[in-house]
């Protein structure tokens, strides 16, 4: 098991910066690949960008250029940095752990933390 948890959110200014962190404790050795995902009022989930063991990333179209998605091993903890903020990305953003057992993939989610961009 993995539990995480996610910090961070917040208002924030069109145009402006915010930084999300997310927590893993458990069985953390198993994680192969960590990420961030949103949802806005009336949308479905969708992903914002995703970083593997080896440090791979890769990101939606949307936020390409503005996030950055890392990891600090020692902490056990990943970040989301936001810039240039814009009022699309107003959404709840949920952390992600992906861990691969045999040939299942198993998902393990944080609770959410919401981010408001608005002036």
């Known amino acids: 098991q993995v539990q995480l948890v996610e910090s961070g959110g917040g208002l924030a200014q069109p145009g402006g910066s915010r930084r999300l962190s997310c927590a893993a404790s458990g069985s953390i050795f198993s994680i192969n690949a960590m990420g961030w995902y949103r949802q806005a009022p009336g949308k479905e989930r969708e992903l914002v960008a995703t970083?593997?063991?080896?440090?791979?990333?890769n990101y939606a179209d949307s936020v390409k250029g503005r996030f950055t998605i890392s990891r600090d091993n020692a902490k056990n903890t990943m970040y989301l940095q936001m810039n240039s903020l814009k009022s699309e990305d107003t959404a709840v953003y949920y952390c992600n752990a992906a861990t691969l057992r045999g040939l299942t993939w198993y998902n393990y989610w944080g609770q959410g933390t919401q981010v408001t961009v608005s002036s």
């Open positions: 970083i593997t063991n080896s440090g791979s990333t």
